[in-house]
């Protein structure tokens, strides 16, 4: 082979091979994000049907119940406008507790409530995942707009 | 008073970093040798001040010195004296001095064993150094500096994160540290090697050992980090794509690029321009993980409190030094020459594909990790890539790496032929093969993939062993052939024991994601569990009191075939000053196995001595993970220490032997 298209072999080789990169990186990004949606967008039929996608928000107090095995649960997640179920078989991170926020991965159930395949608390007391504090701030502000009293809603922690 | 002390040596630091940074530069650039002069005693007093500082910070921790607000953020009076001195860089402030110590460390350490270095060339490797340990101080004194006091003094501290209390974070920081800041010796090289205009071979051979040390140091760092989560987090894992963890692994995935791509440039004097280009990069891939970390703008397990000002003042660092280097490259770069040619089929071809690649999958790490932001930043809504996306996207392009892997150090420079190195290699393909089909076997299911990594593993292994033999018989020359194998250049050794550590890794990722089993379920004391032949008997939990802790320690027999092994002891912990629970998972460590037991919470939480939530793991190979790493970093370890790095070598400062296939 000539030099010539011996580069022109390099030239070509490396811009199918590179080709071939960008369609499989970019289909393996395209169809492995998952969303954030609030609970008030998931009442109003915005979420997915059979796509994952993350919900976040509060737990609610005293909605955590335990099924009989001791490790299939179910609690309430909300934005303190709309609540939704969320149904979990697994071991609970560390920090999950009711009335602190969290994030579930997972998608929703043909009966309307939300089956996570994993579910993250952030390691820091105070702290309230970006997602969880974004859903609840969203819908106060809109509570706010409705009752002219923003007052009337205690703001939660959303500091780091 | 000592904290105000390390304060003012901070300052002083600064100012001998500026002149560091500027007047040896300047003195190159002119020809004055009494400013060059200046490099060697400035790097070495810089290093002083910023110890001495560091120091005061240490003293302050162990002293339980309160006043000091980042003292009083992260300690407390019942942490244990090895939490106290880690505590320093438990923390952005003290993480960031840790930084600027390794940066000062680094160079102290060019400035003493440069000596066969010509003057000009070191003075402009430490004034580079200099204007990046400049930049770094006045963000630690502008915006984050861990000598403010609190006036009145806390009586107590607000303790360090419980996460952090453990000899993870003693060992972890210092070492990913040392790998990020090393880089920048390879980069003060690049930059000193573009003013100079002097890229050539000599320039590839001063700067592989320290490129080689600072990559061992973030292999150890990283895999450091891995095995601490994987035993601390409680979550079985041992690696998640956080992005943090990327933040690490990108500068690995260039600085590995580097390590290569310098070979060639030594050797050969070809892809001096790359080879640039990748030092820049790996260096500026520390910082922006640096950015990503501590600006705040990712959440993640490692994110600090955050401080708007503080990232602002990084991006701009950011943009100034790659801005600058890249200009710097844009201008002097084509001045340096192409270098040796060679044919489509040889060493440096290969070798410039494991560069494309790894810099490939560089670049796809960085989009999955940026993607999130992106998407935030243009108003279109919150998501997250997970470990799919990045397991999609690594396997095919490991695929080609690894597979290369082992035949690449059979190919000869300038031009190789194929057919000579597939009879070269053709008898590792046999045992390749018979490994990856009994395997799986073995342990009950077949699959492609599986299959594929043991397939890659084993072929590295048999190539690396069979590239060894066939170089000792080459070079035997009468003697023994154990006398031949000893007496082969350490960088040769260095490059297949980094090899197999590639080999013994991905054994290790492959069986444990194959084959690893997983049980969550209830326990009452006296019920038992079985996971993958191993029988687990739930004793009870009981109250223990640790030094700062109060912890519901649970008891679990673990049994064989019906013998008895051990006990294991997982604890929940509840620390007095945080009052953040904590899961210590208690695990049985084997060479072809770990089995982990880890407690998740009770049942009644009015009634702990009662039924649990318990987590319990079977964990195949998962050791060879961290094995292979330290492998690779022993590796680099033994290449780094060839003869050749230290004999005086000014004079061969043109393109080694061009003849046959002996060195990597």
Redesign the interface.
């Known amino acids: 082979m000539k030099s010539r298209h011996k580069k022109l072999a390099l030239i070509g080789g490396a811009l199918a091979v590179i080709g071939i990169i960008a369609a499989l990186v970019l289909n393996a990004l395209n169809s492995n994000i998952a969303l954030y949606i609030s609970p008030t967008d998931v009442a109003a039929g915005k979420a997915p049907q059979g796509k994952v996608f993350r919900i976040g928000g509060m737990v609610k107090e005293g909605s955590l119940q335990r099924q009989a095995d001791g490790v299939t649960l179910a609690f309430v997640v909300t934005d303190t406008e709309k609540d939704i179920t969320v149904n979990y078989k697994g071991i609970l991170p560390d920090l999950f507790k009711e009335g602190k926020g969290v994030v579930a991965q997972g998608r929703m159930s043909d009966a309307g409530t939300f089956t996570a395949n994993e579910v993250l608390a952030k390691h820091d007391e105070n702290y309230m995942p970006p997602e969880a504090a974004k859903a609840v701030d969203d819908a106060q502000s809109r509570a706010a707009g409705k009752h002219v009293s923003p007052s009337s809603v205690s703001q939660p922690k959303t500091g780091y | 008073m000592i904290p105000e002390l390390g304060h003012f040596a901070l300052i002083l630091a600064a100012l001998v970093a500026l002149l560091l940074g500027t007047l040896p530069l300047l003195g190159a650039h002119r020809n004055r040798l009494a400013w060059v002069a200046v490099a060697r005693p400035a790097a070495s007093a810089l290093a002083l001040l910023v110890t001495f500082s560091f120091a005061c910070l240490t003293q302050a921790f162990v002293a339980n010195d309160f006043s000091v607000v980042y003292v009083a953020q992260h300690s407390n009076s019942l942490l244990p004296i090895q939490y106290r001195v880690a505590g320093v860089w438990g923390g952005h402030e003290g993480s960031l001095l840790l930084w600027m110590l390794m940066l000062t460390w680094w160079a102290f350490a060019v400035a003493l064993l440069s000596r066969q270095l010509p003057e000009v060339m070191v003075a402009r490797v430490l004034g580079t150094l200099g204007l990046v340990a400049f930049g770094f101080l006045l963000f630690i004194l502008m915006t984050s500096s861990p000598f403010e006091r609190l006036l009145p003094g806390a009586a107590e501290g607000r303790d360090l994160?419980p996460?952090l209390q453990d000899p993870g974070l003693v060992i972890h920081p210092p070492l990913l540290y040392m790998g990020y800041v090393g880089f920048s010796v390879a980069f003060a090289f690049a930059i000193a090697a573009l003013l100079s205009g002097q890229l050539d071979a000599a320039w590839a051979r001063w700067s592989r050992p320290w490129t080689m040390a600072a990559w061992c140091f973030l292999t150890l760092g990283i895999a450091m980090g891995s095995w601490w989560a994987y035993y601390e987090l409680?979550w079985g894992g041992w690696w998640f794509w956080d992005p943090v963890e990327n933040a690490s692994f990108m500068p690995w995935l260039a600085g590995t690029a580097l390590i290569h791509s310098l070979a060639v440039t030594e050797k050969r004097g070809s892809f001096k321009n790359w080879t640039v280009l990748l030092a820049i990069s790996a260096f500026s891939l520390s910082l922006l993980g640096t950015f990503l970390v501590r600006s705040?703008v990712l959440?993640s397990?490692h994110?600090f409190?955050?401080d708007p000002r503080r990232g602002v003042f990084i991006l701009i660092f950011l943009v100034a030094v790659i801005g600058s280097s890249l200009a710097l490259f844009a201008w002097r770069a084509p001045k340096v020459g192409l270098g040796g040619r060679f044919?489509?089929v040889s060493r440096e071809s290969l070798l410039l594909t494991n560069n494309?690649l790894l810099v490939?999958a560089c670049a796809?790490v960085l989009?999955?990790t940026l993607?999130?932001l992106l998407i935030d930043a243009l108003g279109a809504?919150?998501?997250?890539?997970?470990p799919?996306?990045f397991n999609?996207?690594f396997v095919?392009?490991m695929t080609p790496i690894l597979f290369l892997m082992g035949v690449a150090p059979f190919a000869r420079w300038k031009e190789a032929s194929v057919p000579e190195i597939a009879r070269a290699v053709r008898w590792a393909l046999l045992p390749a093969v018979v490994v990856a089909i009994a395997l799986p076997l073995i342990y009950g299911a077949w699959s492609a993939l599986t299959a594929l990594g043991l397939l890659l593993a084993a072929w590295i292994v048999a190539t690396a062993l069979l590239n060894f033999a066939e170089r000792v018989r080459h070079t035997r020359a009468g003697r023994s052939f154990l006398a031949a194998a000893l007496s082969q250049p350490r960088h040769f050794f260095g490059m297949h024991l980094a090899h197999i550590g590639i080999a013994v890794f991905v054994v290790g990722v492959t069986m444990v994601s194959s084959f690893q089993e997983e049980k969550?379920?209830?326990m009452a004391p006296g019920e038992s569990v079985d996971v993958a032949g191993y029988h687990f008997t739930f004793k009870g939990v009981r109250a223990v009191d640790g030094p700062n802790y109060a912890a519901a320690r649970g008891e679990f027999d673990l049994a064989v075939d019906g013998r008895f092994v051990r006990t294991m002891h997982p604890e929940k912990r509840n620390y007095h000053s945080?009052?953040?629970?904590?899961?210590e998972a208690a695990i049985d460590a084997g060479v072809l196995r770990d089995v982990y037991v880890?407690l998740?919470?009770p049942?009644d939480r009015a009634r702990p001595e009662g039924?649990w939530?318990v987590?319990v793991y079977y964990k195949p190979f998962v050791d060879w993970i961290w094995g292979g790493c330290v492998l690779m970093a022993l590796g680099g370890l033994v290449a780094m220490l060839d003869r050749r790095y230290r004999i005086r070598s000014r004079a061969a400062a043109t393109v080694a032997t061009p003849a046959g296939s002996q060195q990597a």
């Open positions: 994160n996460l409680g705040g959440t397990v994110a409190a955050t044919a489509l494309v490939v796809t989009l999955g993607y999130p809504g919150k998501i997250s890539v997970g799919p996306y999609a996207v095919p392009l969550d379920v209830k945080s009052a953040m629970p904590m899961t880890s998740g919470e049942i039924e939530a987590r």
